[in-house]
């Protein structure tokens, strides 16, 4: 009995271990690894991991160059995001590598990366991999003489003052961020063939990356608003990437800055706490019907109903736009409808079937900055008419009609008459 | 079980019988002298047991491909007409009549029932539906597969009748021999081979026939049968535009020689109307009978026809014939006129469809070549080889003229027509290879005719040197010919032996042509392509079911909504064994979509990627027979994608694909070539 009773307390105590992991479901990630260099970073920017550990976060932390870490095990992925902040590392430790890193964004996880002066080349080509270059210079820094941190009274204005923000509440939250970001490291440009990297914190017009040291020989190759700060990819598999180059920019130091409010803000996007939606219930019938037909015939009346929810961080909200469109398509969109909403989430478009035959698809490409992407789509076939769906009789052919009739009629007569009259 | 050990004995058989047929036939005479029994019961007994065994012969020479592989459905084009009879069998009619299917030609889709023709899948589904009636538990792919043997075993019948019609009952029982055994039709219809063409020659011959019939009597009842066979052939194959234009060309002969009667007119209208009306009925020809360039000459000499019957009552109401020579011009100039401009108007306000391109390409053999890429690559649609006249007709080639000489001395309105059909027939045969076929039966009936003939003669001399003919010969016809014939030839020396030496001539030439056939079928003809089959190192058998193996591969690893892109050769067999949407198929009838999977194999990656994606592709389909030397692969069907893709886009341009003018495929390729997906 007592062995029973503690098997299940052990089940039931296992149970919200698995919940909690990353799905469909529950989108916010969950189990995160962070790489340092040293595990001094974990006292000196306690107050962000602090703010990631109190909303429900398991960190684990762990040496960049620890010959044990892995990212997956079996298969099986033991993290759902990743943390780097370990800007000098020159060789991961353990199966970590580049690739790995990539493959594990491909899978649709989160990587937060943060590079500071002196990057490694590995910590730039991980970047790059995002759509992402640094400064190529070692030993550049992004300077900025006008906007500058009054605390700092080093003269090299290499503490930046930013709050070029972008402007989307659904990335950096709806209250607006009063102080500027405080910012020091190296700036990196945004890769022009990469259309999914964003720019969120971008230096002002004034700014310019160089080498703070040395004299300034030549014109610095990043300058002004070209040099992003921070950046954001979101995958086309809705991974998000957060990419900056100041890991200083977390740490407690700044204390009278944005830099708080900013960063977790944005750590809840990245993070899936922010922006993700989810379709369900997609279903289409004729008008006045609710069963879902498997074919539907040319010229019917349709309905196409969608909901459509985003996740707060705790539970599905509706989602709230009148922006949402459903193409019927073949090859290209024969029906173009923008959907109404009830408020709810339920979005719902009434159109007929083009007068045209094929497989179609009911095709929802809903993409909107800092969102997931929803692409939905559901193929049913249209046939044209059964034989015996036409009309029986057109009115337009009656005197087609009565000539035949007619022409019956006068041969019969014809042929009698004929035989048997002389 | 069963099956197999009756293909097997067929096998046997099949080597002597054809031999022991034809001579049995030749020598019928003589049989009667040694029984002494000459009633025409006798003859008839010998004329059904002969046409029998041609029966049983016709169906058996064709199961050699179940005998080496099994019973399975060969080629490409077959998978499909399988695929909608399986459906035909287990929806019913009205869900075929109105099938639209969302599997092929993703996204467009097809209308199944009204882009084919029913006439072969609703033939196998009655088969199979009588065959179930009565408790025979078969599958329906077995009656697919022997559907083309059973009617090629019915054509036999045919041409005898029709034989029978256009000389005498011994050209018949020859007719019937030859075709049952002619390569050239062989090669349409083995078991397996379950095609339109294997039901539709029969309805060909049989329409052909029961016209011939009709002219020969004037019936109305033969007339009616004739446009009831055009139905089937119309529901059957497209080759029937042959019949609705042959028909009309004959009469119009008969009009020009003099030869118009009250029985041509009675037959060419009845056939005329009836047929076109029931034509009509089939949802894919539909109105096209009246309004598509191909059909309008039955059109004009089916007014023609009532013009010259005007001019006829005419004739007969006026006794002047100088008014009446008056009166004829001025008929004859306003109905060529009116004609004329209909067509004209017709033509110009779009309501005559003009010619489509396959039928320009038969009159002109280099069009398709120059305009219409996608039906030159089809390999049945290329200009005949010489060789494959010899190898399909062996010697009935050196006895069609023979057999043309013959139908000229006695020239009726029957020999007209057989005469015609093998002149127009073999010029079409000679445009495309697959239309040898059409031209078989009309070679096999003048031959026949040929044969008959010359034998008829030389035993006839025989006989008359020998002093103990005997009295009667049984064939009234032939008997006159032949005396005349044999008092010719009084006046040279050795006509006896001359005669036998011929005779053991003919004899060794048919036998000959037996053996020919039945190597050809043998060899040739009973391969499924599907299966391959090789000979190895040490001279046995290598087969490769490699086809097969791909398409269930793909029925069972890949999602039941996967599109499968591929070149249209294999569009049928992926549908029909993969179950799997295709892009493109064998029906070729959308030019623009087959350039685009010809554009999307033929553009570099990423540009191919893009086509890909706009089709909802999810898996390419290509075919590499590079390591069994299997020479019909994608790399060699690659530069008709170029060709294809290029007619309809002209970014393809099939000079970069080529080095110098050679097409190369090693590392000395073009660059695009290389590049290319």
């Not at chain 1, 992004?142 to 509440?169: E, P, R």
């Not at chain 2, 109401?317 to 001025?330: E, H, N, P, V, W």
């Not at chain 2, 032996?497 to 011929?502: D, E, F, K, V």
């Not at chain 2, 890949?558 to 599109?563: C, F, G, L």
């Amino acid at each position: 009995m007592a062995k029973l009773l503690l098997y299940l307390t052990l089940a039931t105590s296992l149970i919200p271990l698995f919940s909690v992991a990353f799905s469909p479901e529950n989108p916010t990630d969950r189990r995160v690894l962070v790489l340092v260099d040293d595990f001094a970073i974990k006292s000196s920017h306690s107050l962000y991991f602090g703010s990631l550990t109190s909303r429900g976060f398991q960190l684990e932390f762990k040496l960049a160059d620890d010959p044990n870490i892995g990212l997956q095990r079996y298969g099986q992925y033991l993290y759902d995001a990743l943390v780097l902040f370990c800007p000098s590392v020159e060789r991961f430790g353990g199966s970590i590598d580049v690739a790995s890193i990539v493959d594990f964004v491909d899978s649709g996880h989160d990587l937060i990366v943060a590079a500071d002066s002196n990057a490694s080349d590995l910590i730039r080509e991980v970047a790059t991999e995002c759509g992402v270059d640094f400064d190529e210079d070692p030993a550049a820094m992004v300077i900025d003489h006008i906007n500058y941190a009054v605390s700092n009274f080093d003269g090299d204005h290499t503490l930046i003052a930013s709050d070029d923000f972008i402007k989307a509440d659904v990335i950096l939250g709806s209250k607006k961020i009063e102080a500027p970001v405080l910012f020091q490291g190296i700036g990196h440009s945004l890769n022009p063939a990469n259309s999914l990297v964003l720019k969120v914190l971008s230096a002002s017009s004034s700014a310019y990356s160089a080498n703070p040291k040395s004299k300034l020989s030549n014109p610095p190759s990043l300058t002004g608003s070209a040099i992003s700060l921070v950046s954001v990819v979101q995958a086309r598999n809705n991974a998000r990437i957060l990419i900056t180059g100041s890991l200083s920019m977390f740490s407690n130091r700044h204390e009278k800055s944005g830099n708080e409010q900013f960063l977790t803000e944005i750590s809840k996007w990245v993070f899936h706490e922010r922006g993700h939606l989810k379709a369900v219930n997609v279903r289409h019938h004729k008008v006045g019907e609710s069963d879902e037909p498997a074919i539907y015939r040319i010229n019917d009346d349709l309905e196409y109903s969608v909901e459509i929810y985003e996740w707060s961080g705790t539970s599905w909200e509706p989602y709230v736009s009148d922006d949402v469109q459903v193409q019927f398509y073949m090859m290209s969109p024969y029906v173009l409808k923008t959907l109404s909403t009830d408020q709810k989430g339920h979005y719902s478009a009434e159109f007929k079937v083009p007068d045209v035959y094929g497989v179609f698809q009911f095709k929802v490409e809903y993409q909107r900055l800092g969102y997931t992407s929803l692409s939905l789509s559901k193929q049913i076939p249209v046939r044209p008419y059964r034989h015996n769906e036409y009309e029986r009789f057109l009115p337009a052919a009656y005197p087609y009609y009565g000539s035949a009739f007619s022409m019956m009629a006068g041969f019969f007569i014809f042929t009698i008459v004929h035989l048997y009259s002389k | 079980m069963v099956g197999k050990t009756e293909s097997q004995n067929g096998a046997v058989k099949a080597t002597a019988a054809p031999a022991m047929n034809l001579e049995s036939d030749l020598f019928s005479n003589f049989s009667f002298k040694s029984f002494k029994l000459k009633t025409k019961q006798q003859e008839l007994l010998l004329r059904v047991s002969i046409l029998g065994l041609v029966y049983i012969l016709a169906f058996i020479t064709r199961l050699f491909s179940v005998l080496r592989y099994e019973s399975m459905i060969h080629e490409f084009d077959p998978y499909f007409n399988y695929r909608t009879t399986l459906f035909l069998t287990e929806k019913g009619f009205y869900e075929f009549w109105n099938w639209f299917d969302s599997e092929s030609w993703y996204p467009l889709g097809r209308i199944i029932g009204g882009t084919l023709y029913p006439g072969l899948m609703v033939t196998a589904a009655f088969i199979y539906w009588t065959l179930r009636f009565l408790r025979f538990a078969v599958h329906i792919r077995e009656v697919c597969v022997l559907t083309a043997p059973f009617f090629a075993s019915n054509t036999t019948v045919v041409a005898y009748f029709f034989g029978k019609e256009i000389w005498d009952s011994g050209a018949g029982l020859v007719a019937a021999a030859f075709i049952a055994i002619c390569p050239g039709y062989i090669s349409r219809s083995v078991a397996g081979s379950y095609d339109n063409e294997g039901v539709a020659i029969f309805a060909l011959l049989l329409t052909f026939y029961l016209f011939v019939k009709a002219v020969n009597t004037g019936s109305l009842a033969w007339a009616l049968a004739s446009a009831f066979g055009y139905f089937y052939m119309v529901s059957a194959w497209g080759g029937y535009v042959f019949i609705i234009n042959l028909i009309p060309l004959y009469v119009l002969v008969l009009l020009i020689t003099g030869r118009y009667s009250m029985r041509l007119y009675v037959a060419y209208n009845c056939m005329y109307v009836l047929g076109m009306l029931l034509a009509m009925q089939i949802r894919f020809v539909g109105f096209q009978h009246v309004q598509s360039g191909e059909h309008m000459a039955a059109m004009g000499v089916f007014f023609l026809m009532q013009v010259f019957y005007f001019l006829d009552w005419v004739k007969y109401m006026l006794s002047d014939t100088k008014l009446f020579q008056a009166f004829l011009r001025i008929t004859v100039t306003s109905a060529i006129a009116v004609g004329a401009l209909a067509l004209g108007v017709g033509t110009a306000s779009g309501y005559i469809s003009p010619w489509t391109g396959r039928f320009y390409s038969l009159l002109d053999p280099t069009y398709a070549k120059d305009n219409i890429p996608i039906i030159a690559s089809v390999s049945e649609h290329q200009p005949t080889a010489w060789s494959s006249f010899m190898f399909d007709f062996h010697i009935l080639l050196f006895l069609f003229p023979a057999g043309l000489y013959f139908c000229f001395k006695k020239l009726s309105d029957a020999t007209i027509f057989i005469v015609m059909y093998g002149l127009t027939s073999m010029y079409f045969a000679g445009v495309m290879v697959r239309l040898i076929l059409v031209a078989t039966p009309a070679v096999c009936l003048i031959s026949a005719i040929a044969v008959s003939a010359t034998i008829k003669n030389l035993t006839s001399l025989l006989r008359t040197k020998s002093k103990t003919a005997v009295a009667g010969s049984s064939k009234g016809t032939g008997g006159s010919k032949a005396s005349s014939k044999a008092s010719f030839d009084q006046s040279q020396p050795f006509q006896k032996n001359g005669a036998i030496a011929l005779l053991l001539g003919a004899f060794y030439l048919l036998s000959k042509y037996a053996t020919h056939c039945t190597w050809v079928t043998s060899e040739a003809y009973s391969s499924p392509s599907i299966v391959l089959a090789a000979r190895g190192a040490h001279g046995n058998r290598v087969i490769f079911d490699d086809y097969r193996e791909a398409y269930f591969w793909l029925r069972q690893n890949t999602p039941p909504d996967a599109k499968v892109m591929s070149w249209w050769d294999y569009g049928y067999q992926i549908t029909a064994m993969g179950n799997r949407t295709v892009i493109v198929d064998n029906n070729t009838w959308n030019n623009t979509h087959i350039a685009t999977v010809g554009r999307a194999m033929s553009s570099y990656e990423d540009e191919a990627y893009e086509i890909m994606r706009s089709l909802d592709v999810d898996y390419v389909l290509v075919v590499f027979g590079g390591v069994t030397g299997y020479s019909s692969d994608d790399i060699n069907k690659f530069l008709w994608m170029v060709r294809i893709g290029g007619g309809v886009f002209p970014v393809i341009k099939e000079p970069d694909y080529l080095v110098n003018g050679d097409y190369r495929v090693d590392k000395g390729a073009a660059p695009k070539m290389l590049n290319c997906l």
